[in-house]
């Protein structure tokens, strides 16, 4: 028995056990009693998960996954899954810390990291393979082409490392694009809290004009008089650390 790759679930499942064995190896394991897997298909990854002392969850849509992964996996049961990672609430789950890893389906990919931001604080490591563009992007530094809004965001609460790239060819069926591996440690920068929908405003609306100059991209949220004369607005979004838009946030806010 085998599952059936299924195009409008973005299914490319990975065949090579090497960049299996990777992949769950960048997590640490440590600090947190729970693993969510996103996507597990056949259980690539889910056959060393299960191996691990935490407790694993698998957020799975494809009932043909499903009984195939309770099928050959005795540790696996219905209590196992957890339905569709987007709506998932995390809350209900455990509020204990969980980590999450997977193989995501790439037309969701962007949508996935902005849920794991959602719930940064009780997320404190995540594991991924995304399309490489996607990857790159996430791991971006200030002054490339791939440092934009998903660089910032997600980089405001998690140092990235990009951990290695995968070749089409040991997926069935495979993917048109390779594809990356990321890892995404909770880190403890300061300041943001309390500011998340002020920061995402600024960043969004920074990189949404990338060509101009802060001062003309920002003007559509009514920059604080106070700040008409900061360094920053003479500079373009890219220029701008993770650091420089949390910094800059905070005295918005103050001069409100």
Known sequence: ??????????????????????????????????????????????????????????????????????????????????????????????????????????????QILFKIIDYYEQIPEMVGMFQKEVAERTAAVPRTKDYGILSVLIQAYYDVKYLFTVHENVFNPPPKVKSGVIRLTRNPKEGLFGNEVLFKQIVKAGFNQRRKKLSNALKVLNIPEALKTHEFLDKRAEELSVADFISFTTLWKENQ
């Open 1 to 110: 028995m085998s599952v059936k790759a299924k195009k409008h679930l973005g299914q490319h499942f990975l065949t090579d056990e090497n960049i299996a064995r990777k992949i769950v190896e960048g997590l640490s394991f440590e600090n947190y009693g729970n693993v969510l897997e996103v996507g597990p298909g056949m259980g690539v990854l889910t056959k060393y998960l299960i191996e691990k002392e935490q407790k694993l969850y698998l957020a799975e849509i494809d009932t043909e996954s499903i009984e195939y992964l309770k099928k050959h996996y005795e540790k696996i049961t219905e209590d196992s899954f957890v339905g569709d990672f987007l709506k998932h609430d995390f809350a209900g789950l455990e509020k204990e810390q969980i980590a999450i890893i997977g193989n995501f389906p790439y037309n969701i990919s962007s």
